[in-house]
């Protein structure tokens, strides 16, 4: 079962594609190195699924998915929590005393803002925690450190000085698995959509009310510019239950009216 | 007039600050390193006003500035709107086809992504876009290129290779003005809040409701995570109407019974 995600050997996201499977025996995760070719590789059929992170539980929405997703038109199949549990690692010689640089993905840079900001090292952002690790593994770099995983440091053979470096211990990302399928209803799911509202005031509390009424429960809602017309907005709304249910159908059906565009991502197993 | 701004001279955050007075021949915009040294400058009194960016157009929130207003106890007195007008700067003697490398702020790399994309140059995150050129000159880097203003390439006399280089020419950031004290209603106002919605189905939803009955409208709506608890949001709103206008009290008062917690940023004059 092959499956893509963006980042070296060692990234979360590589963590999600295995507990995505529940054989993990058969599972072959294929690095990437942008989210744009996660999404490039599952359209163009080269590999069946990828998974790409959506949201951090400290940091937030990972924009730049939420903007792919009008982009391509690809299925969200599954979801998948990972538990991030930074640790701030070096090359064997350095010390904790020798840091004065710090390298990692700007989302764990931003999950260990306060940690960071107390030791006023300088931050380098990256394009992923586990390749950061690889860079000043390559560069020999004495006075730096990268923010990464356990595993990413055992990769390597690094050294770890500090763990649990986070702002926060609870500190998770929302992995979403991309297919070319829709995945069948199983009692308990979890459908995404993109809609735009019609631009008149309470379209968008109107459309709202067409899950409220149906008992259907929200559980995050996201806003991200058109990009074509300023300070207009698409949102991007999970909630509970399957497409297929028949309260899911007609609230697609009805919001039809409050909105310029609609686009179901996909309903798959709820996680969280 | 005294007012602080995150960036180096010809900064966009510096345009925000003359925009927003009137008489600009008494305005002293203050360079400073972070958004949050904006937050404390106004807090501490050190300056009175300061000025930080919301929102872009193209790129969306500034989640930094977004989590700050939970953190500080700032009233938010004003909003401004300022047109990014990209281009790329090079050293005088550096070539179009030398460019390797582009350095800028992160919010005007992803403002500008296709066009960097269809070139394969390399991308460095700074803390500034005038910064950038500022770094770019002092180093006499010749690969490299900085993304910024045409006004930020003048003040450090350098060459302009290429203009309009965002992906869409409706390319604005939203700013807004920092104060220690309230704005006094125009008749023409948003009020800006935060709240976090009781944790069961429809909270938001029945929240939004005590907006929509009154027929205020609301011009924004943003999520960001708790940080404490993984899954739950902090929802920032921005509606018409000043604070102290009855069917706004009302509809303050009213929320209350749906959230475990809110605050009122402010209301100011609408620009937007």
Redesign the interface.
Known sequence: MKITYQGETGAYGEMAAYKFFSDKTTVEPLPCKSF?DVFESVKTGTVPNGVIPI??????SV??NYDHFLEYDLKVCGEV?VKLAHVLIVNPQTTFEDIKNVHSH?QAL?QCRNYL?KHKWELY?EYDTAGSVKIIKEKQQQNTAAIASEKAADLYNMKIVARDIA??P?N?T?FLVLANKDAPPTGDDKTSIIFSAKHA??T???A??E??SR?I?????????T?????Q?NFYIDFEGHQTEKRCTEALKAIEKHTTFIKILGSYPRV?
Do not use: H, M, V
């Not at 949201?55 to 937030?60: F, V």
């Not at 429960?217 to 510019?225: D, F, G, M, V």
């Open positions: 744009r949201e951090n539980s400290i940091e937030g924009n730049q929590a700007p931003g900001e952002p702002d926060n609870s998770y929302r005031p309470g968008l509390y109107n709202l009310e899950f409220a008992n429960n929200l559980t995050r809602i996201e806003s991200r510019p990009k074509t017309t300023a300070w907005y969280i």
